[in-house]
């Protein structure tokens, strides 16, 4: 059972745009930064966006992020067949004084 | 550039201990935070602790305290990740990962695969 709460798939045409949510409370997404990883299989974890809502150089524009009270969004425009991968948020817990992540969504491109 | 440089595969059988590395280049080691991150089949990211390289200081997820060593070595640019007491279950694809300005983990090694059986 992860600490945050993401949905375990989405799914979207290519061109479309799709959402990832991850739910956290307080101690967590509510006074820390959130961050966004892609991960495809074979390969290491790749930041896709930090502070909430910045991308990283070379992260296109169509990934953008945002945070509300304890809860924080991916969102993916312009879908590609290569944005296939899981998506993990990743946060600090003030409580656990543990670094914490979402259980993965995995995004499936039609 | 920075790059994350990761020891290979392992094998292991129940009960033992392995050690992974983590050797560094393209940035000033004592600046940051380095993480240990793991990814078990079919299970999600797991966050297993950081370690302080200017200092030293480590700081464990309660899931692996008393199993999991962290420890550095400033001459080369290294970090080092223990797991002992190893069960079927350990069984992933260990990462060494660096913590950016805004507690994200910005460059991440290539992983190791670490097999118990």
């Known amino acids: 059972q992860s600490v945050l709460t993401q949905p375990p798939s989405v799914s979207a045409a290519p061109g479309q745009k799709v959402t990832i949510s991850c739910s956290g409370r307080?101690?967590?997404?509510?006074?820390?930064?959130v961050s966004w990883y892609q991960h495809l299989p074979g390969t290491a974890p790749k930041l896709v966006i930090y502070?909430?809502?910045k991308r990283p150089s070379g992260i296109p524009d169509r990934f953008s992020g945002s945070k509300s009270g304890t809860s924080a969004t991916l969102d993916i425009t312009g879908l590609q067949t290569g944005d296939e991968a899981d998506y993990y948020c990743?946060?600090?817990?003030?409580?656990?004084?543990?670094?914490?992540f979402g259980g993965g969504t995995k995004l499936t491109v039609l | 550039q920075v790059q994350l440089v990761q020891s290979g595969a392992e094998v292991k059988k129940p009960g033992a201990s392995v050690q992974v590395s983590c050797t560094t280049s393209?940035?000033?080691?004592?600046?940051?935070?380095m993480h240990w991150v793991r990814h078990a089949p079919g299970q999600g990211l797991e966050w297993m602790g950081r370690i302080t390289p200017n200092s030293g200081a480590t700081k464990y997820a309660q899931n692996f305290q008393g199993r999991v060593t962290m420890t550095r070595d400033t001459s080369i640019g290294t970090v080092n990740m223990a797991l002992s007491d190893l069960r079927s279950d350990d069984t992933a694809v260990y990462y060494c990962?660096?913590?950016?300005?805004?507690?994200?983990?910005?460059?991440w090694g290539q992983g190791t695969l670490v097999t118990v059986s």
């Open positions: 990962a660096r913590e950016g300005s805004y507690d994200d983990l910005d460059h």
């Open positions: 307080s101690s967590n997404i509510g006074n820390n930064f």
């Open positions: 393209g940035y000033t080691f004592t600046g940051f935070h």
């Open positions: 990743g946060t600090w817990d003030s409580s656990l004084s543990n670094g914490v």
């Open positions: 502070d909430n809502y």
